[in-house]
T-cell receptor, first 114, second 114 residues
Framework: AQSVTQLGSHVSVSEGALVLLRCNYS??????LFWYVQYPNQGLQLLLK??????LVKGINGFEAEFKKSETSFHLTKPSAHMSDAAEYFC????????????FGKGTHLIIQP | DAGVIQSPRHEVTEMGQEVTLRCKPI?????LFWYRQTMMRGLELLIY????????DSGMPEDRFSAKMPNASFSTLKIQPSEPRDSAVYFC????????????FGPGTRLLVL
């Protein structure tokens, strides 16, 4: 069975600062990894995903993540935070490439300080 | 193109009543997923379908929960009888089955059982 751990239920950064949201996974087979964002009272929107190939993945809104197999990590970063980035972020793993259900982390609430 | 459509958006009911949640996936998608989100347990997969056939219902919490997908454009999640601990946000997601395919989420149904 696979699992996801997101370190830090809340992360606070200043506007313009680096955003780093941590995600570690456990999987018995090569995983497919996803980051989703959820704004208040809305559904989840895909930010980016890793399937195969290049380990540095670029997504929407300036976010990117790097798959590090040796560290079983898939941390999400953005060089400069914007107020509109304030939201809940979820890391998810799938062993079926997304064709099966996703296993989500508990989520990280990103707070942007002006 | 319309995204995943869920109805109702909000539902308030009394304990013991039957609740039916509805989902219309994105046209052309052949996989459909039901998730539940609570503060305590986060996002959990309840059940998913491929080509209208239930594949994995191991996440369905109890026999009080049932899900159907009579055709490619409609699915229901039913709770009978409902209990206060069923209060949660229920999300439907759809994808086109394949490696690394993105799951697109609906806006969710916020259920409150009194």
């Amino acid at each position: 069975a696979q699992s996801v751990t997101q370190l830090g239920s809340h992360v606070s950064v200043s506007e313009g600062a680096l955003v780093l949201l941590r995600c570690n996974y456990s999987s018995s087979v090569p995983p497919y990894l996803f980051w989703y964002v959820q704004y208040p009272n809305q559904g989840l929107q895909l930010l980016l995903k890793y399937t195969t190939g290049a380990t540095l993945v670029k997504g929407i809104n300036g976010f990117e993540a790097e798959f590090k197999k040796s560290e079983t990590s898939f941390h999400l970063t953005k060089p400069s935070a914007h107020m509109s980035d304030a939201a809940e972020y979820f890391c998810a793993v799938s062993i079926g490439g997304g064709a099966d259900g996703l296993t989500f982390g508990k989520g990280t609430h990103l707070i942007i300080q002006p | 193109d319309a995204g995943v459509i869920q109805s109702p958006r909000h539902e308030v009911t009394e304990m013991g009543q039957e609740v039916t949640l509805r989902c219309k996936p994105i046209s052309g998608h052949n996989s459909l997923f039901w998730y539940r989100q609570t503060m305590m347990r986060g996002l959990e997969l309840l059940i998913y379908f491929n080509n209208n056939v239930p594949i994995d219902d191991s996440g369905m919490p109890e026999d009080r929960f049932s899900a159907k997908m009579p055709n490619a454009s409609f699915s229901t999640l039913k709770i009978q009888p409902s209990e206060p601990r069923d209060s949660a946000v229920y999300f439907c997601a759809s994808s086109f089955r394949g490696t690394g395919e993105t799951q697109y989420f609906g806006p969710g149904t916020r259920l409150l059982v009194l």
